[in-house]
């Protein structure tokens, strides 16, 4: 089966267009004529990629946007927008999408860059269960839950974004600034002290011991790294 795409839009022509032509290409395409239920669907199957429309009923595509990043799902979303103006464009972007297209759109462009967005679209730890177990703890990406011994942790967004980054690229070592920018999307120098917090917060939560983790590990002189 090809890479799984969720395209969400309303424009019932503009689906079967777009539909057909993925489909051609080799993808494997699920489609929502609303922002609800393209928001229910996300959340209930792993996707490689989600195309959302802005303008559409029931939720748009901004609050669709903004809901899928709050919950921790890290899928890749290229917006689908008839608005050309640049403050749409931006606030899309700072909601957590990927990139967008303006309507109406080339499909070669489109193409261009649904491939461009998967591959930049980072290895998911077991896309056939959707999760991960280490020691007592285990990580449901798809449903965004973690659980410790049979009980529900409680995690912040970040704190679930972070633990997921590291799992999926464990044994890599990653300095404070790359965790930054991976997952909190900061260009520009912060303080990475941020980074530490988080970190101790989910040893806090995940660790036997944290004082001494086993998998959440520091690497001296760089940052920190997931060792399963």
Same mark, same amino acid.
């Given at each position: !089966?090809?890479?799984?795409?969720?395209?969400?839009?309303?424009?019932?022509?503009?689906? !079967?267009?777009?539909?057909?032509? +993925?489909?051609?290409?080799?993808?494997?395409?699920?489609?929502?004529?609303?922002?609800?239920? /393209?928001?229910?669907?996300?959340?209930?199957?792993?996707?490689?990629?989600? #195309?959302?429309?802005?303008?559409?009923?029931?939720?748009?595509?901004?609050?669709?946007?903004?809901? #899928?990043?709050?919950? /921790?799902?890290?899928?890749?979303? +290229?917006?689908?927008?008839? $608005?050309?103006? %640049?403050?749409?464009?931006?606030?899309?972007?700072? +909601? /957590?999408?990927?990139?967008?297209? *303006?309507?109406?759109?080339?499909?070669?462009?489109?193409?261009?860059?649904? &491939?461009?967005?998967? $591959? $930049?679209?980072?290895?998911?730890?077991?896309?056939?269960?959707?999760?991960?177990?280490?020691?007592?703890?285990?990580?449901?990406?798809?449903?965004?839950?973690? %659980?410790?011994?049979?009980?529900?942790?409680?995690?912040?967004?970040? &704190?679930?974004?972070?633990?997921?980054?590291?799992?999926?690229?464990?044994? &890599?070592?990653?300095?404070?600034?790359? +965790? #930054?920018?991976?997952?909190?999307?900061?260009?520009?120098? !912060?303080? *990475?002290?941020?980074?530490?917090?988080?970190?101790?917060? #989910?040893?806090?939560?995940?660790?036997?011991?944290?004082?001494?983790? $086993?998998?959440?590990?520091?690497?001296?002189?760089? /940052?920190?790294?997931?060792?399963?």
């Amino acid at each position: !089966m090809g890479q799984r795409i969720l395209l969400i839009e309303d424009e019932k022509g503009l689906v !079967m267009t777009m539909t057909d032509r +993925l489909q051609r290409e080799g993808y494997a395409v699920d489609s929502c004529g609303d922002g609800e239920s /393209g928001y229910n669907q996300a959340c209930a199957q792993p996707y490689d990629l989600i #195309l959302l429309d802005v303008m559409m009923p029931k939720r748009s595509g901004f609050d669709v946007c903004r809901d #899928l990043r709050q919950k /921790g799902i890290e899928t890749p979303i +290229l917006m689908l927008t008839a $608005r050309d103006q %640049t403050v749409d464009k931006v606030v899309g972007l700072k +909601l /957590g999408a990927d990139d967008y297209v *303006t309507k109406p759109f080339d499909m070669m462009e489109l193409l261009a860059r649904v &491939e461009a967005l998967l $591959r $930049r679209s980072p290895a998911k730890p077991d896309p056939a269960a959707g999760s991960f177990e280490f020691g007592e703890v285990k990580a449901d990406f798809r449903a965004a839950e973690v %659980t410790r011994d049979g009980t529900q942790v409680a995690l912040s967004a970040k &704190e679930f974004q972070l633990l997921r980054f590291l799992v999926e690229n464990k044994g &890599e070592a990653h300095s404070r600034e790359k +965790l #930054l920018s991976e997952v909190w999307g900061y260009e520009a120098a !912060m303080n *990475t002290r941020t980074v530490d917090v988080h970190m101790a917060w #989910l040893r806090q939560k995940l660790e036997q011991n944290p004082k001494f983790p $086993r998998h959440l590990v520091t690497v001296r002189g760089i /940052g920190y790294k997931f060792v399963d």
